[in-house]
């Protein structure tokens, strides 16, 4: 759908047989890439194929979807990130389904790349890194005894390869990531940056059971032209795989403004996550760490210390979710994209709304 309004009113230009897709220009031309199917917990198919569209008329008509990789895969629309004539993003793979339950222990966030000028409706176009998961990062994970002293991870019991009964309904599947955003440190006095402008962080959503804490994975390009996937290393010599991340907890989305040298950070906020699950309203979807209806935004200058900046929109209900967003920037602006609902919503995860929000003069919010 486009606006010619500032988002007042709306026009379908297009529909899709994709899923969990993400619109991207490059080389002159609108790209829409996505998954085909809906990859479901406990259902997972054999193959949830990557497929991609373009359009060289902005956007009024698009090619069918070409495959670009048969295998399964994940995601959300996360962002999108331009570099050295390049354009990079991440999908994640289904690397084994041995998970009977959410299977984000068993995805590895993997970092693409493809030259701009490349027709990248084939699949020869893109390079894909090498993959880590959480089942296979941490020791103990697969026998419900992961090294994580100290953190409070997992904060329920884990069942590996089965999800934890908790209360009623409620379950907590073994501990992963998902939903992953791709950033390059721009700042020269930044411990992780690459004067050679070829590492890539990973920042994706941390599902252990706690809020606010985020999972960390580096890329690095090697002379070969291949991409290698790791942790980050921290002076100490020690391993990062956790990163404090205001909603991290959530589907989020970064932003870098070239103007600020500022990543904006566009999530959820969490008001009472150590409720317990018993004494939760009933309205509530899942988890206490599963709060949905506060959109918040932060900025920061090197990815680990967030400013708030301001409260976005707040649903009225807990079925009035305002999450899983998507933001650009416009001019002085931001514009946001949020999945939503209201009282007639199924849940608060699955709404029956898009909602889209305007912050104006987003700058003026940096102190």
């Known amino acids: 759908m486009t606006s010619d309004d500032k988002g007042v009113t709306w026009q379908r230009r297009a529909e899709s047989p994709t899923n969990q897709g993400r619109l991207f220009t490059a080389g002159g031309k609108i790209y829409y890439i996505a998954t085909m199917f809906y990859i479901g917990p406990g259902i997972n198919p054999n193959g949830a194929p990557l497929c991609i569209q373009r359009s060289t008329d902005n956007g009024e ?68 890194a090498s993959e880590i998961t959480f089942q296979d990062l941490i020791p103990g994970y697969k026998e419900n005894k992961p090294d994580m002293d100290y953190f409070g991870m997992p904060f329920y019991p884990q069942s590996f390869p089965k999800a934890t009964p908790l209360y009623g309904k409620v379950t907590f599947p073994p501990i992963g990531w998902l939903e992953t ?38 890329v690095v390009e090697n002379s070969d032209g291949s991409m290698t996937t790791s942790l980050q290393t921290v002076p100490s010599g020690e391993k990062m ?33 150590m409720t317990r699950i018993e004494k939760m309203p009933k309205g509530r979807y899942s988890r206490p760490d599963n709060e ?31 999450h899983y967003a998507c933001m650009a920037i416009d001019g002085d602006d931001l514009v946001i994209v949020s999945r939503s609902g209201d009282a007639r919503a199924q849940s608060a995860h699955n709404g029956n709304l898009i909602t889209f929000h305007r912050v104006e003069n987003f700058r003026e919010l940096v102190y």
């Open 241 to 273: 795989l956790f990163v404090q991340l205001p909603g991290g907890h959530m589907r989020f989305h970064i932003e870098y403004d070239a103007k600020t040298k500022l990543y904006w950070l566009l999530g959820t906020q969490s008001t009472d996550s």
């Open 292 to 322: 949905r209806n506060r959109l918040v935004l932060h900025f920061s200058k090197n990815m680990i210390d967030w400013c708030f900046a301001g409260v976005v929109a707040i649903g009225s209900e807990d079925k009035a979710a305002r």
């Open 61 to 128: 008509t698009w090619s069918e979807p070409s495959a670009l990789d048969d295998r399964t895969w994940h995601q959300s629309a996360a962002n999108v990130w331009h570099a050295n004539g390049c354009v990079y993003m991440v999908w994640e793979r289904l690397t084994i389904n041995n998970i009977k339950s959410w299977y984000v222990g068993a995805l590895a966030p993997v970092l693409m790349r493809a030259r701009e000028t490349d027709d990248l409706t084939k699949a020869a176009a893109w390079t894909y």
């Open 181 to 218: 955003n791709v950033v390059q440190i721009t700042d020269p006095n930044h411990y992780w940056y690459d004067p050679q402008g070829r590492t890539f962080h990973l920042f994706a959503r941390a599902h252990t059971g706690l809020t606010n804490y985020g999972a960390l994975a580096k």
